[in-house]
């Protein structure tokens, strides 16, 4: 199936699930999509620059990444749709909201490690499109530790995509501006 397939199929499954909670980009009334639209669009110029990637499955992983977390979507209804591999790669990408909140980013990380490099560079692309001007509601201790998780992404999947990593590393850098 064509890149343009995968991503449409997708994107309908994902903007359907998200619209169910009327999901906006946070201090704004941008549905939730534009969010995944924009993690997905890192997705595909990275595989531009990138040997070997494999851009259907990314694009669905990239546009999904928040179903689980976010939507009622179950992991279930995530494979039968798109098939176990997807459903593995959104489920690692979902942080566990059993675990003590500290404790989240680790896990999800350490789950992401055992994965193809595709799904290090969903996240290493979230966190790109998430380095944005803050939420207002932001203090700048919350300002700091966000960009203090962002450095820890970039440690620990560092060797998962060249290209993003270096956005990553540069987005970082920006977010310095928000910091007091």
């Given amino acids: 199936m064509d890149v343009q397939t995968v991503y449409q199929k997708t994107i309908l499954f994902a903007a359907k699930k998200h619209l169910e909670n009327n999901q906006t980009i946070t ?107 803050p939420p207002k509601t932001w203090d700048n201790l919350k300002r700091r530790n966000y960009k203090a998780e962002a450095e820890i992404i970039l440690e620990k999947l560092k060797d998962g995509n060249a290209y993003l990593e270096n956005r990553l590393r540069a987005k970082i850098e920006e977010y310095e501006q928000y910091l007091d």
């Fill in 27 to 133: 201090d704004s009334d941008l549905p939730y999509v534009i969010h995944l639209s924009n993690v997905t669009m890192e997705i595909l110029i990275a595989s531009n620059h990138t040997k070997d990637f494999d851009l259907n499955f990314t694009t669905q992983v990239a546009l999904l990444h928040d179903t689980l977390e976010d939507t009622n979507t179950t992991f279930e209804e995530l494979e039968r749709e798109f098939g176990l591999e997807i459903a593995e790669g959104v489920s690692a990408l979902t942080k566990n909201s059993s675990l003590p909140k500290d404790e989240r980013m680790p896990d999800s990380l350490n789950r992401i490690l055992k994965l193809r490099k595709e799904v290090w560079a969903v996240k290493l692309a979230d966190r790109i499109t998430n380095l944005q001007k």
